[in-house]
């Protein structure tokens, strides 16, 4: 007797349960529980991340691309153990020795909380990184970082604040040099013809002069996940009006929050580009974004909310005076707008142009609260996901 063709028999509903199944399966492999941004999906989430800190330099995204440079079995990994600073003849242990002295490729961290007062400012060599992941670091009182004529750095995880111009004297340079120094301008950090760059997860407040310098050449430089609060001079991309050199300059704004109590530069452009996307913008005096000599801005997905009707717009073209021609191209793209808050665009639109390495989804403006709600450096514990 010939059997009935069974497949016809079926019932539709469980034809459907293996593509509901696929379905439910992909939904949850995708699911963002914590609401993080792409940089913090990559390791956060796993309980070791302690044992494996170098898997951070693969998550960075935007114009630094991956720090693949600063990880393998060619990194010597150093703890800084002694918080003092000696600016001409720095001890082992102590945090210029990591970063200036040490030769070769070197992964940072720290063995307790501390608060580490550099009495010169302190020049970071190529292919270190700086991670202050469970530890609560704290770079204050004293001067700040340097990175010159550098590349692969990756600045992770600290406090940076209350930083002060230093008299000028003596410091160790790269290669053990030691060499005099005029006197500084009170920055936190400070690029200084460098490239592929990360500046990530940071807390920097009330310095002297500026939160963040890019200047003079400098380029492929990302900065995310940071916390700028109470300061006037918050961020410098090129260095003067006459610094043709800073044409070249690509830099990536992603997932910082600005404020409260800061008033403008965030960032301020000359010449370069800049993709200024999904940041948490808590008020300004003056103004967000600014620049001058035809600099290129895409700014996609952010949050501005004005902190008066008297300093509503967001962006600021200097001179005020100067006629917006060809090489201006200032755009916004899916940002929000709230107490009035608005942005004057001009020109075209240019686009970020990433490679494969750098590219990465810009989120819609309504998840940038959740997104940045952790910018600044973390409290993580090296037993549990940070």
């Not at 952010?302 to 005020?320: D, E, G, H, Q, Y």
Request: charged share 20%; proline share 5%; glycine share 10%.
């Amino acid at each position: 007797m010939e059997m009935p063709y069974m497949s016809s028999m079926a019932p539709k509903g469980l034809l459907l349960l293996p593509l509901t199944l696929m379905f439910l399966l992909l939904q949850a492999a995708t699911a963002n529980p914590r609401h993080e941004n792409v940089i913090d999906r990559c390791w956060r989430g796993r309980g070791n991340w302690a044992a494996n800190r170098q898997r951070l330099a693969v998550c960075s995204v935007g114009f630094a691309g991956k720090m693949r440079q600063n990880r393998g079995p060619g990194v010597t990994p150093y703890t800084v153990t002694d918080p003092s600073d000696d600016p001409v003849s720095p001890r082992p242990g102590t945090l210029r020795y990591g970063a200036t002295v040490l030769p070769g490729k070197v992964w940072i961290t720290f063995q307790r909380d501390m608060h580490i007062r550099l009495a010169q400012p302190l020049f970071v060599k190529s292919f270190t990184a700086i991670d202050g992941r469970g530890a609560d670091v704290h770079i204050a009182g004293g001067a700040g970082f340097v990175l010159y004529e550098v590349n692969n750095v990756i600045i992770h995880g600290l406090q940076v604040h209350d930083v002060r111009a230093q008299p000028a004297g003596r410091v160790v340079r790269l290669g053990g040099a030691v060499q005099s120094v005029d006197v500084g301008d009170g920055d936190a950090i400070r690029l200084v013809a460098s490239s592929k760059v990360w500046i990530d997860h940071n807390t920097l407040s009330r310095c002297e002069d500026g939160l963040l310098d890019v200047t003079l050449g400098s380029t492929d430089v990302t900065v995310s996940n940071n916390w700028f609060h109470d300061h006037d001079k918050v961020m410098l991309l090129g260095h003067d009006d006459g610094q043709v050199t800073d044409r070249r300059m690509r830099v990536t704004v992603a997932f910082n929050r600005f404020g409260p109590n800061v008033n403008q530069r965030m960032p301020r452009i000359r010449h370069g580009y800049a993709h200024v996307v999904n940041n948490f913008y808590d008020g300004w005096r003056d103004y967000a974004i600014g620049g001058s000599m035809g600099p290129s801005v895409k700014s996609q997905g952010n949050l501005f909310i004005a902190s008066t009707p008297n300093s509503s717009k967001v962006t600021r073209k200097m001179p005020a005076g100067e006629v917006a021609g060809k090489e201006w191209h200032w755009h916004s793209v899916g940002d929000s707008f709230e107490n009035g808050a608005f942005f004057e665009q001009m020109g075209s639109r240019v686009r970020p142009n990433y490679n494969r390495h750098q590219a990465f989804p810009a989120a819609i403006s309504s998840e940038v609260r959740s997104l940045t709600k952790n910018a600044g450096a973390l409290r993580c514990s090296a037993r549990s996901a940070c």
